[in-house]
């Protein structure tokens, strides 16, 4: 605090030296209108720059592939505490149920892109995949579309299933991803902050028999 008081004492007598009382004004008036567009503007250019470095960090996986190895039928997850309380105010609220999700457990291996260069100086967080319904190309950062989304993810090293939420991945790694998918969409691709890649096709919902 010490040093910036001197740093504007300093300042006020330079411009005092060189250009008198109107230096002194017009730098009041500068410090002036540099502390209101602070105010008045500060909080969005933090969030322009943490958006910024957000996106910068999504460009590791430009131009990934993924692999997908196997699509199975999953159950839906068991409710937690904060579940059945939030289910508890959407129907206070008067709020009409969606469409229930599909779930299914997806198994895929992620690969960087080799000539990218962000890639091979940066890890990548697997729990910060997220899906977006197939044809999506100018996204916004980490958009939530609806049509799906990750539950729960493991890493999959050896024969050992590694919690995603723990884990940075350095290249390719193969993840095994539950996940709750819209009924009506048929299509999927990965969003990784504003990257979108892979191609993920989902079984068909098998038809009803109807008897005669």
């Not at 602070?38 to 999504?58: S, V």
């Not at 958009?143 to 884990?167: C, H, N």
């Not at 819209?182 to 096709?201: A, H, T």
Request: charged share 20%; net charge negative; aromatic share 10%.
């Amino acid at each position: 605090m010490i040093s910036l008081l001197n740093f504007l004492v300093n300042l006020v007598q330079l411009a005092f030296d060189l250009f008198g009382w109107p230096g002194v004004g017009i730098l009041v008036l500068a410090l002036g209108a540099a502390i209101w567009g602070l105010y008045q503007y500060g909080g969005q250019l933090f969030m322009w720059l943490l958006f910024r470095n957000f996106a910068a960090h999504g460009k590791i996986l430009r131009g990934a592939k993924a692999e997908i190895h196997s699509i199975t039928s999953a159950p839906e997850p068991a409710k937690d505490a904060d579940d059945l309380e939030f289910e508890q105010q959407l129907d206070e609220a008067g709020v009409e149920d969606g469409p229930d999700s599909r779930y299914f457990f997806l198994e895929t291996t992620i690969t960087p892109d080799p000539n990218n260069q962000e890639a091979q100086k940066e890890s990548w967080h697997p729990s910060s995949l997220m899906l977006v319904e197939a044809g999506h190309r100018n996204v916004e950062l980490m958009e939530i579309d609806g049509a799906a989304f990750v539950v729960d993810g493991w890493v999959i090293r050896g024969q050992q299933l590694m919690p995603f939420t723990k884990q940075e991945c350095h290249g390719a790694a193969r993840l095994k991803l539950h996940i709750a998918v819209r009924p009506d969409c048929r299509r999927l691709q990965f969003l990784y902050v504003k990257e979108v890649f892979g191609d993920i096709v989902l079984p068909e919902i098998p038809a009803v028999a109807t008897s005669r």
